[in-house]
């Protein structure tokens, strides 16, 4: 005879460890995290090696006057901007220039004109080399009119120097904190679709095979809820704080790294409000895993959560203003838009907590609705069942 | 012993299950039986607690039965499977789990009985790489760890090949042996026959006759046979019989008033030999159909 312990760990523990290690052990889930991994490390290695790479520019020149120009403005170049560097090349005339710049073997061609001077590239020209020409040259022709005048360019200019204040903070981090918003929008979308397509799946499978009745006949249906969403949570977590951890560390290499200081508490809440979102919207693909009743079902049944998931995603792209705040509130897009705002900086430190609290008190309520649904919905193997029906259906 | 009383279900306006009372008594087998649509899914599916009872209890050694009683009860639901994927030792210790055991008892156990069903080389394999009836023995072994305390088992039989009938039949009276009560249903009347010591009739929803075999034979009409050396046809015109069947010299009567075989038995010496009198031991498999007409 075997010996039952009378205190046994909680059931739903003993189901979420069968779903973080069959998870963790499925090679979809496996080659699908090294696959996102290469990606962001790709990605930011890119950026990080393109920003830093040495860019060389072919300067074409026709003129003894242009020459002097071209060949002051590659030696000024790498004072300007470090990773430049600018080689003069000789031309006969502007259509041999022309020519230079059709067949590659010049990136610009410097003339003069009765204005000034003129930078020709077949299409725009890089920011960098626009840069360099432009300061070089007003640098060069300063220093020459200014001796003309019998005075130095630095008596010119003196009292002319402008320090810079930024009240609203810089554009640069603007624009990261922008982007860095929309990239944890996306991030959230995805993980709860694939997350909760995972779910549903085990889910189903486990109504399809039919082991669920032995299961049920054993244990509360809500633990096996419970357990099947906390172990799928763990997976999707790590699996996020991974790819987080990954991320921040490549972007500290980047010249974005600057903005990491800003935005860190910012992701900190995003883990945050993702975790909760993420559980309460795995309740509801629990359902649609519950009211199929075959793997061919879960698509229709699953319609509405992915509905949701769109107007949740298309929510945080588009709303702004009121709109953007009055839905930074509302659960579940709370879970999206709140974690924007804070990133953008545009939260007071008290709205994410109201959040929460809303975003808490939204999932109890929507964990009791699903799990009389999923327990009902459970046993019943004929056909795929609609909401309304499963509502209806007695234990 | 587990005892069922009143049990009732309905779904929508059809009542599956229509009070039904019996008692699986310990260290016995007990058989259920009745056709398709019979109710007996049902009734077994309220006694583990997968589906609620709109009327009834069922008790567990005269006392309501809990969630913790249940969790020790072998099943095998009629719908039944496993994770298909999974390997097969592993998700048997995760189903034991589930009950209540610790991951080291649940696979000691677990891996002797696969060792004794001959499926000790294949602790690795996921479940979908065996054959059905390997499937099926894998079924079996989730209903018996950890080692019930009672066995509730829907069409145990059905797929099985005739060796694992066999063993599934020596598995079932051990337990019974052991003292554990087992009620099983089956289509398999002879079956059925053969392995229990009770047997449960249910039809359209309601136990329509149930008791040890002895006592449903004596509460069957006394039958008896007869062959003569002429023709039978007279045995007609007879009072307090009933016939069930003349052929030539041959008849087969049911008593219908104590003592008209005796006048039968009687008027055929007088009309001459009589090659052959003896009674009728109704099979299980006539008792039910007569029951369940």
């Known amino acids: 005879m075997s010996v039952v312990k009378t205190k046994s760990q909680p059931v739903w523990q003993i189901v979420a460890r069968r779903e973080i290690a069959v998870r963790a052990t499925d090679k979809s889930t496996l080659i699908g995290t090294a696959v996102m991994l290469a990606v962001i490390v790709g990605v930011l290695g890119f950026t990080a090696w393109s920003e830093s790479r040495e860019k060389s520019y072919e300067l074409a020149y026709s003129s003894a006057a242009s020459q002097a120009m071209v060949e002051g403005i590659a030696e000024r170049a790498s004072g300007i901007d470090e990773k430049v560097h600018i080689d003069p090349v000789a031309v006969d005339d502007a259509d041999a220039a022309r020519h230079a710049l059709e067949e590659e073997q010049a990136d610009a061609y410097l003339r003069p004109t009765a204005e000034g001077w003129t930078l020709v590239t077949l299409e725009d020209p890089d920011s960098e080399l626009r840069d360099v020409v432009r300061q070089a040259v007003e640098a060069i022709v300063l220093a020459g009119n200014a001796d003309a005048a019998g005075t130095t360019a630095a008596e010119l200019t003196r009292g002319s120097a402008v320090a810079l204040d930024q009240l609203e903070g810089d554009s640069e981090l603007n624009a990261i904190r922008y982007v860095v918003g929309y990239a944890l929008a996306i991030v959230f979308y995805f993980a709860s679709i694939m997350f909760g397509m995972t779910l549903a799946n085990s889910v189903v499978e486990e109504k399809q095979s039919r082991i669920v009745e032995m299961i049920a006949a054993a244990v509360p249906l809500r633990q096996l809820l419970a357990g099947k969403i906390i172990g799928n949570a763990v997976i999707a977590v790590a699996q996020m704080l991974v790819y987080v951890a990954v991320g921040l560390v490549g972007l500290s290499l980047t010249d974005f790294g600057f903005a990491l200081p800003a935005l860190s508490g910012a992701i900190g809440w995003f883990v945050v409000f993702f975790l909760i979102g993420f559980v309460v919207l795995s309740t509801l693909w629990a359902v649609a895993g519950a009211l199929a009743s075959r793997t061919e079902d879960l698509q229709s049944s699953s319609t509405p959560i992915t509905m949701l998931l769109m107007v949740m995603f298309f929510g945080a792209l588009y709303l702004d203003g009121v709109g953007e705040i009055v839905g930074s509130y509302i659960p579940p897009l709370s879970a999206v838009l709140m974690p924007m705002r804070l990133v953008d900086g545009s939260a007071a430190w008290w709205e994410p907590v109201i959040a929460v609290a809303l975003l808490l008190a939204f999932g109890v309520a929507l964990v009791r609705f699903a799990e009389r649904l999923y327990s009902r919905a459970l046993l019943q193997t004929g056909g795929q069942l609609s909401l309304k029906a499963a509502w209806r259906l007695e234990e | ?293």
């Open chain 2, 1 to 293: 012993m587990l005892e069922v009383s009143g049990l009732t279900r309905r779904f929508g306006d059809m009542v599956a299950v229509d009070d039904v009372s019996f008692p699986v008594p310990s260290g016995g087998l007990t058989g259920f039986v009745g056709g398709n649509g019979a109710g007996k899914t049902t009734t077994m599916r309220m006694v583990m607690g997968v589906l609620a009872a709109h009327a009834g209890t069922v008790s567990w050694q005269g006392h309501e039965v809990t969630r913790e009683d249940r969790r020790r009860f072998g099943y095998m639901p009629e719908e039944r499977g496993l994770y298909p994927k999974q390997p097969i030792l592993d998700q048997l210790v995760y189903l034991a789990r589930l009950r209540g055991m610790t991951t080291a008892d649940a696979r000691r156990e677990i891996t002797a009985l696969l060792e004794r069903f001959g499926l000790g080389a294949r602790t690795k394999d996921p479940l979908e790489k065996l054959s059905l009836g390997n499937q099926q023995r894998v079924q079996i072994i989730a209903a018996l760890v950890p080692a019930p305390i009672a066995l509730v088992l829907d069409e145990p039989f059905s797929g099985l090949d005739p060796e694992a009938i066999d063993a599934m039949a020596d598995l079932l009276r051990e337990h019974a042996r052991d003292g554990v009560p087992v009620v099983f249903s089956s289509h398999q009347l002879d079956l059925v026959d053969r392995l229990c010591d009770r047997l449960v009739v249910m039809a359209r929803g309601r136990v329509v006759t149930q008791g040890t075999g002895e006592e449903l034979r004596a509460e069957a009409a006394l039958r008896y046979r007869v062959v003569l050396d002429g023709d039978a046809g007279w045995v007609r015109d007879l009072p307090g019989l009933h016939v069930r069947d003349v052929a030539g010299p041959e008849a087969e009567i049911e008593v219908v008033s104590a003592g008209a075989e005796q006048k039968l038995l009687t008027e055929a010496t007088a009309r001459g030999n009589v090659l052959d009198f003896h009674r009728v031991v109704p099979r299980l498999s006539e008792i039910y159909r007569e029951v369940t007409a």
